[in-house]
């Protein structure tokens, strides 16, 4: 149950000011977004007009903290059949921005850090792989990089390599 005390009025300027959210405020739910999604038609859990709905509303650490916010496709389906030019794609990725700064990471985001920290990449390169390339000619694949490691030492996802 959401409680009045628990929405932030702000919310919504706050994502109208990160870039890709201007336009978030000019939706009027017409339902276009959602009738014309990708996603929406194997996830119910993400329905664009109810996602912009909330932020409107200051739904901010419900909509920061799910996992909806990073099922957008960036199809641009919405994007184009939108009367209003709400670009729901970048209010999306302004979404996923802000979540980020707050610390929301999403699971799968990790892993792809952890693997790039890892290996340099996001798969691990195995002798077996270098073996079928030499025989086809193609030279070695590092499997390791040290230079990537120490780049994400110094940012915010090192923090997410293990």
Not at 15 to 24: L, R
Not at 78 to 90: A, E, I, K, N, W
Not at 92 to 98: E, H, P, R, V, Y
Request: charged residues 30%.
């Amino acid at each position: 149950m959401i409680y009045s005390k628990d929405l932030d009025p702000n919310f919504k300027y706050e994502v109208s000011a990160e870039m890709g959210g201007i336009n978030i405020m000019r939706c009027f739910a017409c339902g276009a977004c959602t009738a014309g999604c990708p996603v929406r038609e194997i996830d119910e859990r993400y329905n664009p007009r109810r996602i912009i709905r909330m932020v409107l509303l200051g739904m901010r650490e419900r909509v920061l903290k799910s996992d909806f916010i990073w099922l957008c496709s960036t199809c641009y389906t919405c994007y184009d059949r939108c009367p209003q030019d709400v670009r729901l794609t970048s209010i999306m990725t302004a979404l996923k921005n802000i979540a980020v700064k707050e610390g929301h990471v999403h699971p799968s985001f990790r892993e792809q850090a952890r693997l790039v920290g890892t290996f340099g990449r996001l798969y691990e390169i195995e002798d077996f792989d270098n073996k079928k390339r030499e025989k086809m000619g193609l030279p070695p694949i590092k499997k390791t990089f040290e230079d990537v490691k120490e780049i994400l030492k110094g940012t915010r996802v090192g923090g997410m390599v293990e």
